[in-house]
């Protein structure tokens, strides 16, 4: 008899242990996803401003928030809340990147996503979609100046215009005085 007892007795714990584990689980996953919706991981898309959307598992009354940096120029930049259940709702969110901040630049840019609950609950999740900046149709990337120097010999565009030598006259126009030491 003590031996089913004892067998009863460690379902029930194993039992018990199995659904707080479940329950953690599931707190953790409710509480930690986040996600880039839009623009898509590997998407090519055009250099400049760019409307950054996603999700996350926050609601209305949990106090978590989403934040977003391009190319890891912080610090992070609030997300605005677009879900339906009222201004905290970070179930949906948009962040606008424009030139105040930030935007897509030609070749790869690192978009972040930062999911965050505190000071109640100290948790942080990140999501990350690398995309690919390209001119779009008719826009061309302009080079940098340093660029520019190399490419024209000098700091100077070669269209400047020459000085006439007969306008300056040194000697006409001022003395040079020599001091003597």
């Not at 986040?34 to 401003?49: D, E, F, L, M, R």
């Not at 009354?61 to 709702?89: E, F, L, M, R, W």
């Amino acid at each position: 008899m003590n031996f089913q007892g004892f067998t009863i007795q460690v379902t029930i714990i194993s039992v018990f242990g199995i659904s707080l584990f479940a329950a953690g689980f599931a707190a953790t996953l409710a509480y930690g996803v986040v996600k880039i919706t839009s623009p898509a991981k590997s998407q090519h898309i055009p250099v400049g401003n760019i409307l950054i959307s996603g999700t996350s598992s926050s609601n209305a009354t949990n106090h978590c928030s989403v934040s977003v940096i391009i190319n890891g120029v912080k610090p992070y930049q609030q997300a605005k809340p677009t879900g339906s259940k009222g201004p905290n709702d970070y179930s949906n969110w948009t962040f606008a990147a424009t030139p105040k901040y930030g935007t897509i630049k030609a070749g790869i840019n690192k978009i972040t996503a930062k999911y965050s609950c505190l000071p109640n609950v100290n948790l942080t999740k990140f999501y990350s979609v690398n995309v690919t900046g390209v001119p779009a149709k008719g826009q061309a990337i302009l080079p940098t100046p340093a660029n520019h120097a190399k490419a024209t010999g000098g700091a100077f565009p070669p269209s400047l215009p020459s000085v006439n030598p007969s306008i300056v006259n040194e000697s006409k126009h001022s003395k040079i005085l020599k001091s003597s030491n």
